[in-house]
Nanobody, 122 residues
Framework: QVQLVESGGGAVQAGESLRLSCARS????????MAWFRQAPQKEREFVAA????????YYQDSVKGRFTISRDDAKNSVYLQMNSLKPDDAALYYC???????????????WGQGTQVTVSS
């Protein structure tokens, strides 16, 4: 079992920044690919970014490239999502997820957090 707890969401103005955090506990040696997804009201959950074990590989959704950065600190069992130049379209419930390999598919991730809300006003 892997437990994930997100934090850092909030309400910001367009153009501002937020940093999301995800704390892992449980079987920290398993399911070491970490990802962020988001889900806006009445929309499907969508991939945002992923990072491999050790942080050697990252992958981003096109719409966030150059604005968002995913990182991890394995000593702290934590994963982060730095979000800069936020847009109203970025508003959503952001989820942290753990899986076996980098993928954009929801079904490729086995453990999920409860989510943290990001609101962006124009």
């Amino acid at each position: 079992q892997v437990q994930l707890v997100e934090s850092g969401g909030g309400a910001v103005q367009a153009g501002e920044s937020l940093r999301l955090s995800c704390a892992r506990s449980g079987r920290t040696f398993m399911y070491n690919t970490m990802a962020w997804f988001r889900q806006a009201p009445q929309k499907e959950r969508e991939f945002v970014a992923a990072i491999s074990r050790g942080g050697t590989t990252t992958y981003y959704q096109d719409s966030v490239k150059g604005r968002f950065t995913i990182s991890r600190d394995d000593a702290k069992n934590s994963v982060y999502l730095q979000m800069n130049s936020l847009k109203p379209d970025d508003a959503a419930l952001y989820y942290c997820a753990a899986g076996l390999g980098i993928s954009t598919a929801v079904g490729s991730y086995y453990y999920w957090g409860q989510g943290t809300q990001v609101t962006v006003s124009s």
